[in-house]
């Protein structure tokens, strides 16, 4: 099967920087989707990684490390409207293929 | 505006009864998917369909059904099989089986 873990709850700062991980297991990989949600609302897709390294969109990058079986979503210049859940969420040889998603690491930015 | 609507937003049953969530999308898109959400908990699949007149289970399909009939729509119906149905489903779309899935707005379903 496949599983994620990341961590349940994060705390930052306006302004600062955080990172969020995500370690996965999958037999056969895909890629490492990061998806975000406010409360109460909808998902919305953050980045996606297929390959081993860095991609940059804005404020917010994601970085994948096969071998590690490893991402991690960084978050920089926190504002308070990034107070969400953040979820990991891996694509690997399962049934259909389909997405597989972590429990959610909710972020709290504080003043 | 292209985009995924669910109706309602709140929707209250007694326990025994079925209820059917509604998924609509006008983006085009060949799959769909239903999840469900438990507070403080992330997305588990129900059933995905890749096209028309076909779908598959999830990872949590006991209790469920759905139809896909037209491109569009994927309703979800909440039977009276399952056994703690009280959540939040969402419905989402992406192009065949792309890793960027659109979520509609969500259902919260509560069971009385």
């Known amino acids: 099967g496949q599983s994620l873990e990341q961590p349940s709850e994060v705390t930052a700062v306006e302004g600062a920087i955080v990172q969020i991980n995500c370690t996965y297991q999958t037999s056969g990989f895909y890629g490492l989707s990061w998806y975000q949600q406010h409360d109460g609302g909808a998902p919305t897709f953050l980045s996606y990684?297929?390959?081993?390294g860095l991609e940059e969109t804005g404020r917010f990058s994601s970085f994948l490390s096969r071998s590690d079986s490893y991402g991690y979503l960084l978050l920089q210049e926190l504002q308070m409207k990034d107070s969400a859940s953040y979820f990991c969420?891996?694509?690997?040889?399962?049934?259909?293929?389909?997405?597989?998603f972590g429990g959610g690491t909710r972020l709290m930015v504080k003043p | 505006d292209g985009g995924i609507t669910q109706s309602p937003k709140y929707l209250f049953r007694k326990e025994g009864q079925n209820v059917t969530l509604s998924c609509e999308q006008n983006l085009n898109h060949d799959a769909m998917y239903w999840y469900r959400q438990d507070p403080g908990q992330g997305l588990r699949l129900i059933y995905y369909s890749q096209i028309v007149n076909d779908f598959q289970k999830g990872d949590i399909a006991e209790g469920y059904s759905v139809s896909r009939e037209k491109k569009e729509s994927f309703p979800l119906t909440v039977t009276s099989a399952q056994k703690n149905p009280t959540a939040f489903y969402l419905c989402?779309?992406?192009?065949?089986?792309?890793?960027?899935?659109?979520f509609g707005p969500g259902t919260r379903l509560t069971v009385l």
């Open positions: 989402a779309s992406s192009p065949s089986r792309a890793d960027t899935q659109y």
């Open positions: 969420a891996v694509r690997g040889n399962n049934a259909g293929n389909m997405l597989t």
């Open positions: 990684n297929a390959l081993d």
